[in-house]
């Protein structure tokens, strides 16, 4: 192994030759790992990134649409919105201003817990939420007021001010979520306490609904049952009484026609019956309510004005009408139910007229008394 031409040396450079080579295959794999690792990720990062990309063209979008769709399509959404509310709740007061809160409410509640969980949502998940946040968020910006409309004025239907009531404590409902969302937040990162993913969404909710109680306190009661419509037992107008002997309300409008499917989308019904001291008349009076003016009016279109209503003794005679979302049956007739003469109809239809103002000034809140025309005309004048 040695010689006397340096082999020691030459030993040594072999040894230090090893050496390198060892590094050199031991330590390749680790130096290029981290590259590894980083290629392996590129993948996954980079379908972050286009999923981040298409929200934030969807949310510019979104931005852009909403104020065109709230003129192309907002009056005529927004009156399928207070329709379909309507006819779930009945039109009355509690339901309709539970509904105006649910219109804002449910559109922030579902931001709030999408923007709390949206770091643990997968791509797909991501954009899912987005997709079905659109038309929540649309529906309530539909009825947000602006500079030149107030929310009376986007609002229509006989409970269009429970509605506003509704909605005007969900916007405060918000506003006080906000604040409590705040303070929990700075008072949980002074305590260094963990709070654990729900609690945005369960802070918001305790305050939505806390303003949920108020404005059902605060509802203004809508006359669609006989209680509220039809609350007097007598009352005298233009010098004639009038005694109610029957009353009732119900879901639909049932038996009210011999055809119901006349009547095919109708809400509510409000009966009643009367008498007055002026002659024997006998006034009954069936009012129906739909979910709109225009479906009212639909309604009313092909049916003449001599429809009977269903179910009544006797001759009568008959009228039909509309008042805003209700369509009006009046029958009249003597009390034995004999026939109508030409010189009874008059004084018959005074007493039906004075039952249909009757009614319609419960509606608007403005009780006025008809004034004798056109052969129309009590009795004993």
């Known amino acids: 192994m040695w010689n006397l031409k340096g082999g020691r040396g030459r030993s040594v450079d072999l040894v230090a030759e090893a050496r390198a080579d060892a590094e050199r295959r031991h330590g390749r794999p680790q130096a290029h790992a981290a590259p590894q690792a980083e290629r392996g990720a590129t993948p996954a990062a980079a379908r972050s990134a286009r999923s981040g990309a298409l929200i934030g063209v969807l949310l510019v979008l979104g931005l852009v649409a909403f104020p065109i769709a709230s003129v192309v399509i907002g009056p005529a959404t927004r009156e399928r919105i207070e329709g379909y509310a309507c006819a779930v709740t009945g039109c009355t007061g509690p339901g309709m201003a539970t509904a105006g809160w649910l219109l804002i409410t449910v559109p922030f509640l579902y ?26 968020v649309l529906g309530a910006y539909l009825f947000i007021p602006g500079r ?76 669609v049952t006989a209680e509220l419509a039809l609350p007097e037992r007598t009352f005298t107008a233009a010098g ?100 109508v003469g030409r010189d009874d109809r008059g004084y018959l239809m005074w007493a039906a007229s004075q039952v249909v103002y009757r009614f319609i000034g419960h509606q608007v809140g403005l009780l006025v008394a008809p004034t004798p025309k056109d052969g129309i005309g009590p009795r004993t004048p």
């Open 148 to 223: 030149r409309r107030d929310l009376d004025d986007l609002l229509d239907g006989p409970a269009r001010y429970a509605t506003a009531t509704g909605i005007t404590w969900a916007w405060a409902g918000l506003a006080l979520a906000l604040l409590a969302l705040l303070v929990v937040a700075v008072l949980a990162d002074s305590r260094k306490a963990a709070l654990p993913p729900v609690w945005a969404s369960l802070v918001a909710a305790g305050a939505c609904l806390a303003m949920l109680g108020v404005a059902l306190g605060r509802a203004d009661p809508v006359p």
């Open 111 to 136: 931001v709030v817990t999408a923007v709390a969980l949206w770091s643990r949502l997968p791509a797909r998940a991501r954009l899912a939420v987005v997709v079905v946040a659109v038309p929540l």
């Open 240 to 339: 004639d009484t009038l005694t109610r002997t029957s009353t009732e309300d119900r879901r639909g409008c049932a038996g009210v026609l011999a055809g119901d499917a006349r009547l095919h989308g109708c809400v509510r019904t409000v009966r009643g019956s009367w008498t007055t001291d002026d002659s024997d008349a006998v006034v009954r009076l069936a009012a129906v309510l739909f979910p709109t003016e225009a479906v009212a009016r639909e309604r009313r279109g092909p049916l003449r004005s001599g429809t009977a209503q269903a179910g009544l003794d006797g001759e009568t005679v008959d009228v039909v009408s509309t008042s805003g979302s209700w369509v009006l049956f009046v029958s009249v007739g003597h009390a034995d139910g004999r026939a």
